[in-house]
């Protein structure tokens, strides 16, 4: 299993962006899949989840700004963000969770400011 994140860069205050995860093997490992974000010296933090039975969980601080959702069909998952704010600054890592084992792709830097 191997995922690969693009979708980052540098947007202003209030603006969108669409990440994109893209996942290689075996195709099951689409079913438990999220969204987390690190900041430099900070611990890595949830930002969404996607799981099994598709429902979609969200942290507070992004909950109604951003979406989670996949496309089996194009082995991606999508992070949609809207109304994004300088504290969303971060790396957005991708990660999925099969067979016991965690998988995460090599992140995508994500910077608001104007």
């Known amino acids: 299993v191997q995922l690969v994140e693009s979708g980052g860069g540098l947007v202003q205050p209030g603006g969108s962006l669409r990440l994109s995860c893209l996942f290689s093997?075996?195709?099951?490992?689409?079913?438990?899949v999220a969204w987390y974000r690190q900041v430099p010296g900070r611990e890595r933090e949830f930002v969404a989840e996607?799981?099994?039975?598709?429902?979609?969980n969200y942290a507070d601080s992004v909950k109604g700004r951003f979406t989670a959702y996949r496309d089996v069909h194009e082995r991606t998952m999508y992070l949609q963000m809207s109304s994004l704010k300088s504290e969303d600054t971060a790396v957005y890592y991708c990660?999925?969770?099969?067979?016991?084992?965690?998988?995460w792709g090599q992140g995508t830097q994500v910077t608001v400011s104007s």
């Open positions: 990660k999925s969770d099969w067979e016991g084992n965690a998988y």
């Open positions: 996607i799981t099994g039975s598709g429902r979609t």
């Open positions: 093997g075996d195709i099951w490992s689409m079913l438990e």
